[in-house]
Structure formats: structure tokens, C-alpha cells
């Protein structure tokens, strides 16, 4: 039986206040299972990456519930919150958000080390060589190219063996042949470690190699292809 993952209940969220106030999710209910790949798409200012900075506990709802592998983030602390996602979610950026003055080694071992995870070098070595990088360790993210720098990117978010892999546009800032390779590098490692591997992204192409695609628009689900398949194929 597929374990659930992700559990969103009633998830409500605005942005900003007064007369500036967005109401930016709205009521919204999500299940997702482990191990599955799932597309979010939808045009700009729906909330599909809201949603996902709700999922990887980067923003707090107004009211509803999220529980991420059984537990309850909306009644953790900030503190809490911080320390549960460190150890069970990477997360990648459209902009890489490397840091500037450390090299690929170091932007990958550092939250490690943060974190008192043992042999956070020897752990940073590994899965930069894994991500093909084993050659570019002492360079700095200014000596890189942008699919290199997304490697690095990619190479920190595993670093921590996260349960669940979120990726916020990951090929936005790359050209189409290298947005492939990374976007292969993605699924390739979802794959491997059986990972939860949740895509936001304007590439319909992109969100169609996932297992799943949900739709979002005006804060809220306006279609999933869980819900289109027979029943019999939900379950295998």
C-alpha cells in the first residue's frame, strides 16, 4: 500500500496586508504519496510556487494543516520547523542561491556542518562526484557555468538522503540542452533513491515526464491527473 507523504488540509495563505493583501491559497487539499514525481504548473501568479514554498515549510499558512511524513509542521515552531526540513527536504532554486565565496565543496558541506551532520566533507565529496562534479570541487560558483552551479545546487539538496525533493523552476535560468541534462539529472536521482520529487515549472514538456500533474489557478487545484487515472493504475 502507498504510504502518504505530503497532507495538505484547508491550506489557506495571504500574502502582504491592507490594501496590498493577496489571497494567494485558498483552501487548498493535497495528498501525495511517497516515491512519486509530481509536476505543479500553472501561469504565473496562480500560487503554484507558493505552494510549494508552503510544502517545503519556507512559508507558514493562515490556517489548514500540513503534515510531511507524518508530521504536523503547522504546530511546530519556527526553530522546529527549520530543523525538521534540514534533515527531510532539499530544495532547489531557479537562481542556484549558492554562495558566492565558497567553493562547490564548501556551498554543499557548510549546512551539513550547520546541521552536526558527521563528515559533512566526505559527504559533500561524494555527492558532487555523483552529480559529476568530482573535478570542480575547490571552484567557486563565479568559476562555473550556470548547469554546473544547478549541479551544486542539486548536489546540497541531496547531501542531507532528504525523503522529499523539491525543485522551484530548476531549469529557468538554463539553456534548453542543459535544462534537459539537469532536468534528467532530477529524475535520474529521484529514481535511484526513491525520493518524493515535487517540480514547479512553466515547461509543460518538463511537467509531463512526471508521474503526476497538478494544475494550479487563482490559489487553488484546478486539475490532477491522479484523479484522471483508473483506479486499478492509482494503485500499481
Excluded at 494567494?24 to 503554484?48: H, M, R
Excluded at 505552494?51 to 510531511?68: C, F, P
Excluded at 567557486?140 to 542539486?154: D, H, K, M
Excluded at 535511484?192 to 494544475?215: F, W, Y
Aim: hydrophobic share 45%; with cysteine; glycine share 10%.
Amino acid at each position: 500500500m502507498a504510504k502518504t507523504i505530503i497532507e495538505l488540509k484547508h491550506a489557506d495563505l495571504t500574502l502582504g496586508s491592507a490594501a496590498a493583501s493577496v489571497h494567494v491559497l485558498k483552501g487548498i487539499d493535497l495528498v501525495i504519496e511517497a516515491g512519486e514525481s509530481v509536476g505543479i504548473v500553472g501561469p504565473s501568479g496562480s500560487g503554484k510556487s507558493t505552494l510549494l514554498m508552503v510544502l517545503a515549510g519556507l512559508e507558514t499558512l493562515d490556517s489548514g494543516e500540513i503534515n510531511i511524513s507524518g508530521t504536523p509542521l503547522h504546530a511546530l515552531s519556527e526553530d522546529q520547523v527549520a530543523d525538521f526540513r534540514g534533515r527531510n527536504i532539499g530544495i532547489v532554486f531557479q537562481s542556484f542561491h549558492l554562495i558566492a565565496n565558497m567553493t562547490a565543496l564548501e556551498n554543499v558541506a557548510v549546512p551539513l556542518e550547520l546541521a552536526n551532520v558527521a563528515n559533512p566533507f566526505e559527504i559533500a565529496r561524494r555527492e558532487l562526484n555523483a552529480v559529476g562534479l568530482g573535478e570542480r570541487l575547490n571552484h567557486y560558483p563565479g568559476q562555473l557555468s550556470g548547469g554546473e552551479q544547478q549541479r551544486v545546487a542539486i548536489a546540497r539538496a541531496l547531501a542531507p538522503s532528504p525523503a522529499l525533493l523539491i525543485a522551484d523552476e530548476p531549469t529557468g535560468n538554463l539553456d534548453a540542452d542543459t535544462g534537459r541534462q539537469i532536468a534528467d539529472l532530477l529524475f535520474a536521482k529521484q529514481a535511484e533513491r526513491g525520493m518524493t520529487l515535487l517540480l514547479v515549472t512553466h515547461d509543460n514538456g518538463l511537467a509531463k515526464r512526471c508521474s503526476r500533474q497538478i494544475r494550479v489557478r487563482s490559489g487553488q487545484i484546478e486539475g490532477d491527473s491522479a484523479a484522471d487515472r483508473p483506479a486499478e493504475a492509482a494503485i500499481a
